[in-house]
């Protein structure tokens, strides 16, 4: 059990026992926290040794971290605490140490807890604070080795990270310029300083359950690990059918749930160094019956042992997935924590820029030095060329003054030796020769002198034009700078909005695409339709002929099938009159026929006979006939039915 990953647990309870900030705590305060956190981690120590360690009354933060290394985190490996559980032993030296630092963390704030909620104006609840702290010491700084510094304090670039993506879940603009005039003030951050910070300047007029949500956001991000979360549209591996899907995904695997409650598990995707996401595109041309499966914004994940097809809600969100998943599988190969190899990479990307900054800071002082020593160089330049006009100045003078004493000299001469001029005229030209030449070099040296003093100018005006190009020159790079970052932001956000609207252009040719060819086949089903219907049109007043030809030949075969009932009628009565037995055996009824007796027709002339017996005989042929006739029209009627 390291004890890098507890030294800024104890570090906040040693300073909040530390009331009066003199570095050291009575033993008898560290006995208590020693004692508590021996019997969490399940080891028998009431800190009694502290009395034998060290002489003096109170012990300093380091000396008390050496005994907590060597009398309880080194007692862990000989006392093991999760050997009488089954079950706890097969969690592996990762996830107990991870145990371990949640015990130690519930003893720490039970300590340091009244230092950190007695405050003024909350708006953060209690709980929502023990989540911020453990954030806190998970993004703590540390040293190149990964050590974490003391005192416990938080980067002011991490700060802004963490606050950044605070007000991005509340909804609130970041104020990078508010921001940045603090931090160049205060470089680092306690945690008291961090939770004012993201108290009174990001979360006025907040409710404390809208802070808690968004912090329960940013504790699932950054302490369990949630690389992103969201509702996508998952395909059904047995039926080709879509359903709205909660998914979560982890630095190894990407897991589904029914919603956002995380109660109901429908699958996992296991991820490693060899799976991968796939875009996928909607085809132009898709059949009627496959509709379903025209969904946009598609993608496929294949993990270790199966793939799912998942449609994102937009394109910006299909990204961002697909470019979480792609650093989720690119993390799978190596260990620890993924947010925590984030802040490392975030660290060192800071430390080079700083280390950058102070380079470009240190050559910009090594060439302020340079000029100032060439400025200095030629300051020195001008003094000693002054010094040397001045010596010239002083040398003309000389001579002039001399000058001027011959001169007089001369003067009294002449006076004196006026009387004597003819004699002395050779003496008197030459003394006017002299003269001339000393008059010369009197000139010679005045323009000796002017020449200096000009040079005196030309030099004075380079200095002020060294110092106007040096000002420019600090003025041209600064200028530079700006521009540069401006041209730098100016083409991040270039190349994000072309990225966009290229996204944007390649979905609406595809939607034009498919509304167009939605637009032919309906087109052309129409025509289909049209056709179709025009047929049956036809057909159907064809029928209506033949129903109507029907009609008529139904109701001529009901015309004469009431005819042959009729017939039949007769007929049958005819025949039953026929099959009457002749003789006594039937009772004799009379007949209206008064020529008719019991031996038959009475015949009381020959004619009378004769017409009788003619009558007879057509009447028997008659029936014949109408037998005929009405089996005729049977069949006629049947046929006319069927019809």
């Not at 900030?21 to 508590?36: A, E, F, I, M, W």
Request: glycine share 4%; hydrophobic share 35%.
């Amino acid at each position: 059990m390291a004890l890098n990953e507890k030294r800024t647990r104890l570090w906040h309870a040693f300073h909040s026992l530390d009331d009066s900030l003199t570095g050291s705590v009575p033993k008898s305060q560290l006995k208590v926290l020693t004692h508590n956190i021996a019997s969490i981690l399940g080891l028998q120590n009431d800190g009694s040794g502290l009395n034998e360690y060290m002489s003096t009354p109170t012990l300093t933060l380091n000396e008390y971290l050496y005994y907590m290394q060597v009398e309880v985190f080194d007692c862990i490996k000989e006392n093991d605490t999760f050997g009488s559980n089954d079950r706890l032993d097969k969690i592996d030296k990762e996830d107990r140490n991870k145990i371990d630092i949640d015990k130690v963390d519930d003893v720490c704030w039970m300590i340091c807890k009244r230092k950190y909620l007695n405050r003024e104006n909350r708006i953060i609840l209690d709980e929502d604070v023990l989540k911020l702290w453990k954030i806190f010491n998970f993004l703590a700084e540390t040293d190149e080795e990964g050590k974490v510094l003391l005192p416990v304090v938080m980067d002011s670039q991490e700060v802004a990270c963490l606050g950044e993506k605070y007000t991005q879940i509340i909804g609130r603009p970041w104020k990078t310029k508010e921001f940045d005039s603090v931090a160049d003030e205060i470089n680092t951050f306690y945690f008291q300083q961090m939770l004012n910070f993201l108290e009174t300047w990001c979360s006025l007029g907040l409710s404390g359950l809208d802070v808690g949500l968004a912090i329960k956001e940013l504790y699932e991000e950054i302490i369990c690990d949630v690389i992103k979360k969201g509702f996508l549209t998952k395909k059904g591996q047995a039926f080709a059918n879509w359903k709205d899907r909660w998914f979560v995904l982890l630095p190894t695997v990407l897991s589904y749930y029914v919603s956002s409650d995380l109660k109901e598990c429908k699958g996992e995707i296991k991820l490693d160094s060899f799976s991968k996401v796939e875009r996928l595109r909607v085809h132009t041309v898709m059949p009627i019956s496959n509709k379903s499966l025209a969904k946009a914004n598609r993608f496929v994940v294949k993990g270790v042992d199966r793939s799912i097809e998942i449609s994102a809600p937009d394109i910006r969100t299909k990204n961002a997935w697909i470019r979480a998943i792609e650093s989720a599988i690119a993390y799978c190969s190596q260990t620890g924590s993924y947010q925590k190899a984030a802040f490392k990479q975030r660290k060192q990307a800071r430390d080079a820029l700083r280390n950058e900054l102070q380079k470009q800071e240190k050559k910009k002082h090594e060439e302020e030095e340079n000029v100032k020593r060439e400025r200095e160089d030629l300051q020195r330049r001008l003094t000693e060329k002054e010094s040397r006009l001045k010596e010239v100045n002083e040398m003309g003078e000389k001579k002039r003054l001399i000058l001027e004493e011959k001169l007089k000299e001369g003067e009294d001469r002449r006076k004196r030796e006026e009387e004597k001029l003819n004699e002395h005229q050779r003496q008197l030209e030459q003394e006017k020769l002299a003269r001339a030449e000393a008059e010369l070099r009197f000139e010679e040296e005045a323009r000796l002198r002017e020449a200096e003093q000009q040079r005196l100018r030309e030099l004075e005006d380079l200095q002020k034009q060294l110092e106007e190009r040096l000002e420019a020159e600090s003025r041209a790079k600064r200028d530079e700078e700006i521009v540069r970052t401006l041209q730098s932001r100016l083409l991040e956000e270039e190349f994000q909005k072309r990225e966009m609207l290229e996204n944007i252009q390649v979905a609406i040719e595809e939607s034009l695409a498919s509304e167009r060819q939605k637009r032919e086949n309906l087109e052309e089903e129409r025509q289909e339709q049209e056709m179709i219907m025009e047929e049956e049109r036809k057909k159907l007043e064809a029928l209506e002929l033949e129903r109507k030809a029907t009609d008529e030949k139904l109701q001529n075969a009901i015309v004469k099938l009431a005819e042959a009932e009729r017939e039949k009628k007769k007929t049958q009565s005819k025949l039953k009159a026929r099959e009457k037995p002749i003789g006594l055996a039937r009772c004799i009824q009379p007949e209206p026929n008064p020529h008719i007796t019991h031996r038959g027709l009475g015949a009381f002339s020959e004619l009378e006979f004769q017409k009788k017996r003619s009558a007879g005989v057509q009447e028997s042929e008659s029936g014949d006939d109408l037998n005929d006739g009405s089996f005729n029209n049977n069949e006629h009627a049947d046929s006319g039915v069927d019809a």
